[in-house]
């Protein structure tokens, strides 16, 4: 690799030190689990028996684009953001969601930022068709810098079919395709564009019109993740759907091989038409091929595992409901996720 190249690792994240730190989180849980608990740590949510059903529970954050948010100004999408990365994860399993909870904290409490965040995550609580239930907001002075903000989400969904289902050798796989960066890959983003500016210098990038995107960096880079709740929810309904996989971090290796089962493994054509931010990213950090598919979703947002004789099926409702769909490639006899 040239050592120009920039990557994740470089940028100040690494994802197989993380992996190491939840594999040893996993087995530190599993000593509190009790019969209830269908599936724990590793798959998409955590599935817990209760009553007659069962519920799904995720938690996860916007991250460092929060930091983008702050330099441009505009906090109104990261609120759907900080939604669409639970949801997604609870429809993933298979669940359709109940509620949602948030974690909302910042050094000096800024009102009207606040209410952007707040009127961003009941949007996304709309387009999820759940409920905003409750929350937390903690001013702590001393831990973030003027204007910055974290902000995580906790979801609780009720599960319509536990997924993944019985994948097998020669099912289909098919992608949804994302809105643009959707919540991950911000501190490789950061280090390609912003690295070495002044702050002044960060926000005047930020607010710069690109030809290319037709549009403000800032705006490009805060582009909502969407959710796709409404569109494949009445699929997992139906029974279309063998498996789901949310392309967030580690991307389409390392979220698709989430849901293989032992012995199969995924052949993915790359001919879909990759949004351009991914390759202005590419091109300006120098970074590998293989980097990229790691770190970024490269417009594939969700993707579903269905029977080959449903693709047409699936995809003809789909593209009723408006989401661009592309057939990925298919479940093979192997291990892991290979590209041609």
């Known amino acids: 690799m040239n050592s120009d190249s920039q990557t994740y690792k470089k940028a100040g994240v690494d994802i197989e030190k993380g992996e190491k730190f939840v594999d040893w989180v996993k087995k530190l849980a599993e000593e509190?689990?009790?019969?209830?608990?269908?599936?724990?740590?590793?798959?998409?949510?955590?599935?817990?028996?209760?009553?007659?059903?069962?519920?799904?529970?995720?938690?996860?954050?916007?991250?460092?684009?929060?930091?983008?948010?702050?330099?441009?100004?505009?906090?109104?999408?990261?609120?759907?953001?900080?939604?669409?990365?639970?949801?997604?994860?609870?429809?993933?399993?298979?669940?359709?969601?109940?509620?949602?909870?948030?974690?909302?904290?910042?050094?000096?409490?800024?009102?009207?930022?606040?209410?952007?965040?707040?009127?961003?995550?009941?949007?996304?609580?709309?387009?999820?068709?759940c409920v905003l239930l409750g929350g937390?907001?903690?001013e702590m002075p001393g831990m973030y810098r003027k204007g910055e903000w974290e902000i995580v989400g906790f979801g609780v969904g009720e599960q319509v079919k536990?997924?993944?289902?019985?994948?097998?050798?020669?099912?289909?796989?098919?992608?949804?395709?994302?809105?643009?960066?959707?919540?991950?890959?911000?501190?490789?983003?950061?280090?390609?564009?912003?690295?070495?500016?002044?702050?002044?210098?960060?926000?005047?990038?930020?607010?710069?019109?690109?030809?290319?995107?037709?549009?403000?960096?800032?705006?490009?880079l805060l582009l909502p993740t969407k959710i796709y709740v409404r569109s494949v929810l009445p699929l997992i309904e139906s029974g279309d759907i063998k498996g789901i996989a949310h392309i967030t971090g580690g991307g389409l290796p390392g979220n698709l091989s989430r849901i293989l089962p032992d012995g199969l493994g995924a052949e993915i054509k790359k001919d879909w038409e990759i949004p351009i931010i991914f390759k202005l990213i590419q091109e300006k950090g120098n970074i590998q091929e293989e980097e990229m598919f790691k770190v970024f979703n490269m417009g594939v947002g969700l993707v579903l595992i269905v029977e080959k004789d449903k693709v047409r099926e699936v995809k003809e409702f789909l593209e009723k409901k408006k989401e661009k769909t592309f057939f990925l490639g298919e479940i093979v006899l192997g291990k892991g996720v290979k590209f041609s």
């Open 162 to 220: 536990i997924l993944p289902g019985e994948i097998k050798e020669g099912d289909a796989i098919l992608g949804l395709a994302s809105s643009g960066l959707h919540s991950n890959g911000f501190s490789l983003v950061r280090k390609v564009f912003l690295s070495g500016l002044k702050k002044e210098e960060k926000k005047k990038f930020l607010h710069s019109f690109s030809p290319f995107l037709g549009k403000k960096w800032g705006e490009e």
């Open 32 to 129: 509190t689990y009790t019969s209830q608990v269908v599936s724990g740590i590793g798959g998409f949510s955590g599935l817990f028996k209760f009553r007659d059903g069962v519920l799904s529970c995720a938690c996860d954050g916007v991250g460092t684009k929060l930091l983008i948010a702050s330099l441009y100004g505009d906090f109104s999408t990261v609120g759907i953001d900080a939604v669409a990365m639970v949801v997604n994860d609870l429809l993933a399993s298979g669940a359709r969601p109940l509620l949602f909870l948030d974690y909302v904290a910042t050094g000096k409490l800024n009102i009207n930022q606040a209410k952007e965040i707040m009127r961003g995550i009941k949007k996304g609580c709309d387009l999820a068709g």
């Open 136 to 138: 937390e907001t903690a």
